[in-house]
């Protein structure tokens, strides 16, 4: 399967990112690429290979779950650009969808 560069704008469009027609082109030919690969990878006989995660060993790294006190409401507002209450308010990062979208 190949990536158009239609297919690279739109996927640019949702990601709302600004390219140039030269790295529409590039980002095109780097995930068709990619896309041989996976095809490459695809294309292996795995029979017998165990599936694994991770290919090291690994120990749960996670720290301990401590209880601390929060950062109080007003502080946390104190720099936003925007609040509304004890809210912040952000700009609408997703369209209404349908067919326009």
Known sequence: MAISEEQVRHVALL??????????????DELNSILGHIDTIQNL???GVKPTAHPLESVNSMRADVIKP????ELALKNAPDT???????P???????ADA
């Open 45 to 47: 006989d795995l029979e």
């Open 70 to 73: 929060c950062l109080p409401r």
């Open 92 to 98: 609408q990062i997703v369209g209404p969808g349908g």
């Open 15 to 28: 990601a709302r990112l600004a390219l140039t027609d030269e790295k529409v082109a590039s980002l095109r």
């Open 84 to 90: 509304e209450g004890t809210a912040f308010v952000i």
